[in-house]
C-alpha cells in the first residue's frame, strides 16, 4: 500500500486558469512540494482558454486582474487597456507560466474524472478520463466558476436546426463568419452584452432574445496610456493595499456615506462623477448603503434606468430594456460599452421573450409564441451551471467512498469555501461559500490559506486536515446571515443557482467585505485552525 512517502505527489491541482497556475507556484517555487496540475483543456488559462467569443473581455480593471505576489511580474507585464479582451489575458497566464517555468508540472488535455480518498492510505486517488491513476496527499480543486459546466436550455427542436449554433463559452478557434448572416443570441447577461457589441455591425441582421433585462453601468474601455503605466508604478503598493482591504478585491471602497442621509443633489452628484469613472466602482465604490438598503437601492436603480434609457433612441425598446423586476447589485450588473446603442441599429431588434417566449427551434430559426425568427446562426449567452457545476461533472468521493454530489445534494456546506467535512485533504479555491469578487485578488487568498495550511501540517508533522461538520454549519449560517441583510436574498442569480432549472436554490458566496472574509479565515490558520481536525499519518496511531 502507498503511504504519504510513496505517494506520486504531495498535491495533485485540478485545472489550469488563474487558481491552478498560483497554486502551482506556492506548492512548488514556495513550499518546495511535488505538485502536479491537471487541465482538461489544451493550454492555461481556464475560464479565459474557453470563452474566446466576439468581444470576451474582463469587466474588472487590468491593473488589478493579475496577481500580485511578484512584483518583478507586477512591472514587467503592462496590460494595453482598461479591461483587456480574452486573448490578452491568455497572453498574460502564458506569460506567468514560463516566467515561473510552471507549463513542465502541467498535464493538458488531461480531464479528471474521478478523484477518491482512500481511507487505508489516506491519499487521494486520482483518475483521468484516460484512465490513468496517480496518488497525491493532498487534492486541490482550482475549478472555476463559470467556465466549462456550460448552461445549454433544453429548446425542442435544436438537433433540426439548420443553422449554425455556438454556447460563448465553447467559441470555435477558427474565425467565425458572420457577414450577410441573420444571427439570433439567447441571453442577456455579461456574456450577452458583449456578444451583442462586438457582433452588430458584423451581421446582416441581429436578433436579441431577452427574458431578463440587465442594469447595464458603462465601462469606459480605453487604452492605458503612459502617465496611467508611470501612475501605477509609482502607486504599486497602495493600489494593492486597496484592494487587499476592499468590498470586493477591486481597489476601492465605499464613500462612507449612506444615500438615504444626503440631499437630491448630492445624490445625484456623486451618481453623475462615478458615472462618468465607470465601471463596478459605481456600485462598490458608492454609498454604503445602496446594496443593504431597499430604499437606498432604488434611488440607485432609478438614476441607472434613467442614464440607460437616454442612450437607446427608441421609447419602446428601452421600456423593454430597462430593468424593473429586481434591484441593482441583486445579479451582477453588466458592465459593458456598445451593448445599448447597439439597439440604435437598423439591424438589430429585441424579442422580449417576457411577451413572447420561445416554444421551439425550427430547421430555419426559433418559434416564439408570436413569430417565427429566421436565423443562420444562434448563439447561445445562456450561462453555466455555476459553482457546484464544475465539481458535480467531476466522480470526487471523500472518506468511506461519499460522493460529493450526496453530500451536496441539499446544497453545498463548506468552510470559506476551502474545505468540506468528510473530504480530507481536498481544498478549494473558489468553492462554494467563498468570497467572490476581483477573482484574481480572491484567488490569490484562497490559494495561500490553503498553502500555509500544508505547510502547517508538514511543520508539525501532521498528515491530516479536515474540517468538522459544525464548522461548516456555522459558515453556511454566516453565508446566510449576511445574504438576508443585502437586496440580492431574493433575486434569481447563477450566485444562488436559480439560472438553473431544477437546481437547489442555494446562496454560493459570502456576501461581507473580502476584508472581513480574510479575517475569518486568517484568524482560523493564525489559532491553530479550530473547528479542523488535523490528524497525525495513519502509521502513527496504527499499533
Ligand atoms: P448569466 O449572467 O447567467 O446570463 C445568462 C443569460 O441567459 C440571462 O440573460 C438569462 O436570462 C439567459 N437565459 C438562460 N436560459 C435561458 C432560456 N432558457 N431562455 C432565454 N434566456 C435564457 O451568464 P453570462 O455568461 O452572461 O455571465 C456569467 C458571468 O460571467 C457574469 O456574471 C460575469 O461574472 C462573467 P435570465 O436572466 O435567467 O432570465
Redesign the pocket.
Known sequence: MQTARTADYDAVVIGAGFAGIYMLYRLRDTLGLAAHVFEESDGVGGTWNLNRYPGARC?SESHVYCYSFSKELLRDWQWSSRYPEHDEIRAYLNHVTDRFDLRRDISFDTRVARAAYDDASGLWQVTTGAGQTVTARFLITGLGL?SAAR?I?R?PGLEGFGGEWHH??DWPREPVDFSGKRVGV????????QVVAAIADKCAQLSV????P?YVLPARNRPNTPEFQAWLDSHYDEVWQAAQNSTGGYPYHHNRRRALEETPEQIRQTFDELWQVGGFKFVWGSYMDLIVDHDANRLVADYVRARMAETIRDPEVARRLLPTDHPLGG??PVVNDGYLEAFNRDNVHLVD?REAP?TRFTATGIQTTDAHHDLDMVIF????D?VTGPFLRIDIRGRGGLPLRDKWAGGPATAFGLATSGFPNMFMISGPGSMFGNQPVTIEHHANWIADCIAHLDAQGLAECEVRPRTEQDWSQQILDWVQRTVAAET???WNGS?IPGKKRTPFFYTGSFSQYKRACDQAAEQGYPGFDLRPALEEVQP
Request: aromatic share 10%; hydrophobic share 35%.
Open positions: 469587466d463559470l448552461h436550455p429548446i460563448t463559452s439567447i441571453g442577456t447577461g455579461s456574456t450577452g452584452a432574445f431577452q427574458r431578463s440587465q445579479r451582477r421573450l420561445i449567452a445562456t450561462g453555466f455555476a434569481d442569480s447563477w439560472n
